[in-house]
């Protein structure tokens, strides 16, 4: 059985090592943050916090946590060198989901209202969808999208006037555009709401200064470390310094259990590679990368929301082209190029078939891919999605 695992996970480095990877949450990792996610530090259990950690909660409730402590310690401080800031940071959310349930328990109670963008429009599931935790136990209000796909900031001032929510969110899955920070923490700050920012996608050009940032304006500040980040799978909490008790009591003991510490020192590792230049230079490469695609795409006609990017994922409305969504993503699967659905402003179809496909940019160009790879691989996927419009239609 054990020998059978090894097979299969040889079988998905070669499925990763072959195939145009596309999907604009996955990332390569480093050999190093891999050699960290498969140490033994696996073994120790250090449910707590490290004995100098912030304000309050310190300790850990097992002994022999000395080195852990420091591994712990090292990564909160590296990755508040990433993010130039003195929010407190916890590392050990063990997804971005779990951050972002800690991060509303933090301030929430159940029934509180919440002011969030809607899953067609971009959002995460965690947003406030029916079908996760945070529709079921929030009052959720969404605002919209405007006719182009922007987020309406006018929409955000009404629907904050009219429902008073107690936190304001901003961030997003599959929205290709600058979110405005600076302007929904006014909103916030004029209804006395909390503000809150899931920034998993695009942590990475924050980090690299490709996108205005949220620290100085959201109360907490949510991020997974797999995506532009480029770490291990895993989530973590910025706040406030005066949230800081809050963010980590809804952590532990209130979500989690045990922290991950093999995860916690492969997410240091990932820190240090984000401190190095050539992480600068990677990122500034995903969004030229980004740009060269989408706009091949528009001179080859495709209808793309908002009509373009200034981050490192586009959203193509495949509406036109007969297509749908999931068809074109078993398609591309079939020929070696992975991405995956997605749903479009004013869909029309169930999120299981949806409109669109979102492209994102991050991973291959981790693979070293510039901008005439991304321009052929744009051109492969419309030569297929042709040749499959043939097909069905003979
Ligand atoms: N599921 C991730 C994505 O693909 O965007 C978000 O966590």
């Given at each position: 059985m054990i020998s059978e695992i090894f097979e299969l996970i040889e079988e998905e480095k070669k499925r990763q090592d072959e195939n145009i990877e596309l999907i604009a949450s996955e990332n390569f990792v480093s050999d190093n943050v891999l050699k960290a996610c498969g140490s033994?530090?696996?073994n120790k259990y250090s449910e707590?916090?490290?004995?100098?950690?912030?304000?309050?909660?310190?300790?850990?409730?097992?002994?022999?946590?000395q080195v852990v402590d420091k591994i712990e310690e090292k990564c909160c401080e590296l990755w508040k060198k990433v993010f130039n800031t003195d929010y407190h940071v916890n590392v050990q959310p063990h997804s971005g989901s779990t951050a972002n349930f800690a991060a509303y328990f933090s301030v929430l109670n159940v029934g509180d209202t919440i002011l969030s963008m809607s899953l067609n429009n971009?959002?995460?599931?965690?947003?406030?969808?029916?079908?996760s935790f945070s529709g079921r136990l929030f009052n959720m209000v969404f605002y919209e999208v405007d006719e182009n796909g922007f987020i309406d900031m006018e929409d955000v001032k009404k629907k904050a006037l009219e429902y008073k929510p107690k936190l304001i969110l901003a961030g997003a899955s599959a929205y290709s555009r600058i979110i405005h920070f600076d302007k929904f923490s006014e909103i916030a700050k004029s209804i006395g709401a909390y503000f809150m920012v899931d920034?998993?996608?695009i942590a990475g050009l924050i980090a690299a200064g490709e996108h205005p940032t949220p620290f100085g304006y959201a109360d907490i500040i949510t991020t997974t470390t797999?995506?532009?980040?480029?770490?291990?799978r895993g989530g973590m909490i910025f706040c406030k310094p005066e949230l800081a008790k809050k963010i980590d009591s809804a952590i532990f003991p209130f979500s989690q259990g045990g922290p991950l510490q093999h995860i916690i020192a492969a997410k240091a590792i990932a820190a240090e590679e984000c401190l190095m230049p050539t992480y600068k230079e990677y990122i500034h490469q995903v969004v030229v990368n980004c740009k060269a695609m989408c706009e091949e795409f528009k001179k080859m006609g495709y209808k793309i929301i908002t009509d373009g990017t200034d981050n490192h994922l586009f959203l193509l409305d495949l509406t036109h082209k007969g297509i749908t969504g999931i068809e074109c993503q078993d398609m591309l699967d079939e020929h070696h190029i992975t991405l995956n659905k997605n749903c479009i402003p004013q869909e029309t179809r169930s999120p299981k078939v949806a409109s669109g496909v979102r492209i994102g940019t991050a991973a291959m160009t981790t693979k070293g891919y510039k901008e005439k790879d991304f321009i052929e691989v744009a051109h492969r996927i419309d030569k297929l999605i042709d040749e499959f419009m043939k097909e069905k239609s003979v």
């Open positions: 033994i530090l696996t707590g916090y490290p004995a100098n950690h912030a304000v309050g909660n310190r300790g850990r409730y097992y002994g022999g946590c971009g959002a995460h599931l965690t947003h406030g969808s029916p079908v920034m998993a996608h797999h995506k532009t980040l480029r770490g291990p």
